[in-house]
């Protein structure tokens, strides 16, 4: 379909169909029977099992039309979803995460993951070469295969080579966000978690690329930090009390509380700003970032805002 995009080395098998505004990573593998709805994403070598299923809606009905109202769904770096499983939509597969044939997923699944089941429960993890981890009283493991060192750290599964980017990327976030007090400590700790994705970003990819871009790879950061979101969400917006379908569309609502509105301009908009108070006003939410990439240093793009001002 138009406006999908597919990497490099892409394998899709015998009938499959993918949808408009789909995003597929390199060497994502696409086994016989599967549908790839809008509002999908995949990152690199994640492996899709004969007749595994993606829904796009919650809550469908024949009578209902509700084009438009796609909830996003993000499969992370070299995940597997094994055959016949299913995926409810608005839910984000962790990195390496296994779901077992059959599954039915019904919540966000950390990276390493195994899950199995309906709904799905996890029962362990699996290493980036898909071998069960056997952890000791210390919380360590190796890979069978690989010999790769992986530490369990509240609850959390990482490869040793990850643990050091992680410490070198908290005081950065941290730093971010010291004086925000009047914001509730939820929020600061999911805006942390944001300023590190798109600290992340900006730090491989540099500023001058395209705004999908960004949001793409911005949307795969959230999902390694276990955040949901969902992706160029459409809003109906009342008026003089009539509700028009041709409402607010935003670029990035993570944990259905917190608008990012992305940019990659060389001179920014005063107008922006206040479209995301407005944004906020009119959706009732309580933090919204604008975030521009194009820029030197990242910090001189990005901009907070909540009760109706830049804070």
């Not at 009938?15 to 029977?33: C, H, R, T």
């Not at 039915?104 to 070469?129: C, D, E, F, H, R």
């Not at 990482?158 to 005081?171: A, D, F, G, H, V």
């Amino acid at each position: 379909m138009s406006n999908a995009i597919l990497g490099e080395n892409c394998n899709l098998g015998q009938n499959v169909f993918v949808a408009s505004d789909v995003v597929l990573g390199n060497n994502v593998k696409v086994q016989n029977n599967v549908s790839i709805y809008t509002g999908v994403t995949c990152d690199d070598d994640v492996f899709l099992g004969p007749s595994m299923v993606f829904t796009n809606i919650i809550n469908p009905r024949s009578a209902i039309n509700r084009r438009g109202q796609y909830t996003r769904t993000h499969v992370g770096k070299g995940a597997t979803i094994g055959a016949n499983a299913t995926i409810v939509c608005g839910h984000n597969i962790g990195q390496y995460a296994f779901i077992g044939a059959g599954a039915v997923v019904t919540k966000n699944i950390p990276n390493y993951a195994l899950v199995i089941g309906n709904p799905a429960k996890q029962i362990g993890w699996m290493s980036a070469y898909g071998h069960r981890l056997e952890f000791d009283e210390n919380g360590l493991a190796a890979c069978p295969e690989s010999g790769e060192q992986y530490t369990l750290k509240e609850n959390n599964c990482y490869r040793n080579t990850e643990i050091q980017s992680l410490k070198l990327e908290e005081p950065i976030m941290n730093y971010e966000h010291k004086n925000y007090q009047s914001i509730p400590s939820h929020l600061n700790e999911i805006g942390t978690k944001i300023i590190g994705a798109a600290i992340a970003v900006h730090k491989e990819l540099g500023p001058g690329l395209l705004e999908k871009i960004y949001e793409v790879c911005f949307c795969h950061e959230l999902g390694k930090r276990g955040l949901q979101y969902q992706r160029q969400v459409s809003f109906p917006i009342k008026y003089d009390n009539i509700e028009f379908e041709e409402g607010l569309r935003l670029d990035v609502l993570i944990e259905d509380q917190i608008i990012c509105e992305l940019k990659a301009v060389d001179l920014p908009n005063p107008v922006w700003e206040a479209q995301v108070i407005s944004h906020l006003k009119l959706l009732d939410k309580p933090l919204g970032y604008l975030i521009n990439f194009n820029v030197p240093l990242l910090k001189q793009g990005i901009h907070r805002f909540a009760n109706g001002k830049r804070i």
